[in-house]
């Protein structure tokens, strides 16, 4: 009897593939399989109805790759764009393809992304005047899989790049994601040249631009406006963030905004003044310091500072305590080896020192210790910064020959004064932001050789003295964390991984993942309290977590002589 009825069940299964396969006729919705609804279904259902509904399942999802692939093919010709903006092409992308990027400028280092997840790649531009144009792309998740959510992402440096990983990192979590070039193809500054409408690009207009255009194509896809809107984006896109949040109020609910290059000019200088301290690696230099010394200078700031927050670990909670001072390393009378001289000692102290103007006021804070070796082969390698040499020869002074070894005092006053287009971003009263409900969660690590982390609280204290609010106030709309062990936007000897960036993803878990905790926090109403961080080993496996605190607070290792240094659960927010 069973087994005539298993006979039976067969062929009405072949049966229904037949048919199915005949009349090219979905059902009216798809709903979305995952392998844990599959073995729910196996687990669940006798052998026969599984195969039944496996079969319509995999029908299912055919033809809605089959519809999305037609309604993608075709939103070329029916966008309804205003006339500044035209549309190159778009193209229909399944999950696990490599899409390959040849025309992408090779300075953007972005040869290839592997798509996450079925979508539909828009790519147009947006003239902003007669003389200059964004290149954007929007990524449209298939219907079955868009959670309703818009999301921008950043750039970084002076780049005019579009990041890819972080647009596929969106669309990953069902976003709606679109990219930009900054107004400029590739990573030089050049372009800048003479050309102030694309120095507006750079300064405001492209993350703008991007929002205003990529919900546009959104609304158009997917036939109803979205329901929130994102932002993430770390340096150059920390400080577009934050431009967001000052300047368009109304672009986003929610900004994730890490290590921001805000107080530009005033970045370019300081990022700009540490070659003339270290002078370049030449005969003669007395006061270059090379990177085996600064690997010297690294273990001695430890030995100086990483038991004031309760653990030797190699690892600094809270560089703000840190006042290294070099003179440990000297070299005795007719040592060598791993010493200083006195001029290398000088330079080393240097580094270490608030950038002042020519009345002694703050230009930008001291580089926070801890971060020196990194830094030995960006800032301290003998070689000009070349996005602050960039930005004084192509945007300071409109002179290609400007050399950066004659950086000076006066030099600095005449960046921060220039601040085009308030590219500076430093307004503190984000009172428009938050009366309609955005929120900030603004992290910076504390390894970052690039941008001095301590430039971060410094903004911070200025928002809460603009808009009059105690942290706790600022807290309903804006929280920080300082991410210890964390490099320039991600890496580092520490819990770096907080989900800000495919490379720092580890957990979908709000905890442990910058922007979830954003969705959460502005769909939910549940404000993050830590961020949970993870060391990642070279297979992307998790060997440790801590927990990062919000701001003023900091790390306390709690846990005693002996106690792991590596257990989360051993470290208090004080």
Known sequence: MMSTLR??????????????????TPPETCPARTPFDI???RLSLPFEAFGLATLATCYCQDQENQSVESQCSSLSSTLSLPNTATVWFTEYLPQGTNLTLPDNNVTCGRASQVIPVDLCRVALSVSTSTSSEISLEVWLPAPSLWTGRFLSTGNGGLSGCIQYEDIAYAASFGFASVGANNGHNGTSGEPFLDSPEVVADFAYRSVHTGAVVGKEV??????????KSYYIGCSTGGRQGFKSAQD??????????????????????????????????????????????????????????????????????????CGYTPENLVCASGAAGACLTGAQAETVAKVFEDLRGEDGSLVYPRMQPGSEILASYVYYSGMPFVYAADWYRYVVYNDPSWDPASLSVGDYTAASSLDPYGISTWKGDLSPFSSRGGKILHYHGLMDAIISSS???RYYNHVAGAMGLTSEELDEFYRFFRISGMGHCGGGDGAYAVGNTAAGYWTDDEDGNMLM???????????????????LGDDGSVEWRRRHCKYPKRNVFVGGEGGDSEDPDLWECV
């Open 7 to 24: 006979t039976l069940a067969l062929q009405i299964l072949l049966l229904t593939e037949k048919i199915l396969a005949a009349s090219h």
């Open 39 to 41: 073995e729910a279904m």
């Open 455 to 457: 430039n971060s609280p």
């Open 218 to 227: 959104s609304r158009q896809f997917y036939g109803r406006e979205h329901d």
């Open 248 to 321: 368009f109020p109304g672009d986003f609910d929610g900004i994730v905004a890490g290590a921001p290059a805000i107080a530009f000019g005033n970045l370019s200088s300081w990022s700009g003044h540490f070659y003339p301290v270290t002078g370049a690696d030449a005969d003669g230099n007395e006061a270059w310091v090379p990177p085996e010394l600064w690997a010297a200078v690294h273990q001695d700031v430890l030995a100086q500072c990483d038991g004031l927050d309760g653990a030797e670990d190699g690892i600094l909670e809270d560089p703000e305590l």
């Open 517 to 535: 905790a954003m969705v959460r926090w502005v769909e939910e109403g549940v404000a993050p309290e830590w961020v949970e961080g993870a060391k």
